[in-house]
């Protein structure tokens, strides 16, 4: 064990808890999303960064690291072609059943929350939030939480359900359902990223998911509150 992962590992969990309570007094208008973005780039890409730099381990972020072997043992063997081929178009099938959903009157999982856009000028900012969301969530829950819980407990089975709750539990602000949907959406994320390798696939997922809500929905919803 890394003598510095211990340290590390309190500062990622300080620093998602000043993301999950520091933001009391939320902006108005666009800033609020200017204002999510920072905070998401403060508290979970920069401590990744940082925290793989000071441990010398800074290809994990396009290497799968050999610490998670005892947690890819559990997931069945796949070649990475034929899982994001597969990974991606079963995205896409979501996202086009989500939109006949959203057209059709339904509701999102959960509740949005304040980064819901309430216009249409605000979509544009409802995508940045999604990509910005997908670039720095996953490389701190799918890679560097589990490797500072590996590297102190020597269980990368550990590190994965624990980061798996965690980020389910960040999403309070979704009410019960929201949380039980995005902690399924870690695990599921977590078991793509151990079979694939790939972080920058989980990465494209999670955007894409993120822009169905932020996006596509919000555009169909409205779009049918307009149509007489």
Do not use: C
């Amino acid at each position: 064990m890394s003598a510095a992962a211990p340290l590390l590992l309190i500062a990622a969990l300080a620093a998602a808890g000043w993301f999950l309570f520091g933001g009391r007094g939320e902006a108005a208008g666009t800033a609020r999303y200017r204002r999510w973005m920072a905070r998401a780039a403060g508290a979970f890409l920069l401590p990744t960064l940082v925290a793989l730099a000071l441990l010398g381990r800074i290809e994990a972020l396009w290497i799968l690291p050999p610490d998670f072997a005892d947690a890819r043992a559990w997931l069945p063997a796949m070649a990475p072609p034929d899982l994001i081929e597969g990974a991606l178009a079963g995205v896409l099938l979501g996202l086009a059943a989500a939109a006949i959903r959203a057209r059709r009157g339904g509701r999102p999982i959960g509740r949005p929350g304040a980064l819901m856009p309430r216009h249409r000028g605000e979509l544009g900012w409802g995508a940045a939030v999604a990509l910005v969301a997908g670039g720095t969530e996953e490389p701190f829950f799918r890679l560097l939480l589990p490797l500072l819980i590996a590297e102190v407990t020597g269980s990368a089975t550990a590190g994965f359900v624990l980061a798996t709750l965690l980020f389910g539990a960040m999403h309070r602000y979704q009410g019960w359902r929201g949380m039980i949907a995005t902690t399924v959406f870690g695990g599921v994320m977590a078991a793509v990223y151990l079979m694939s390798g790939a972080l920058w696939l989980v990465v494209v997922i999670h955007a894409l998911i993120d822009v169905n809500g932020l996006v596509l929905w919000p555009w169909l919803a409205r779009k049918k509150r307009a149509t007489p």
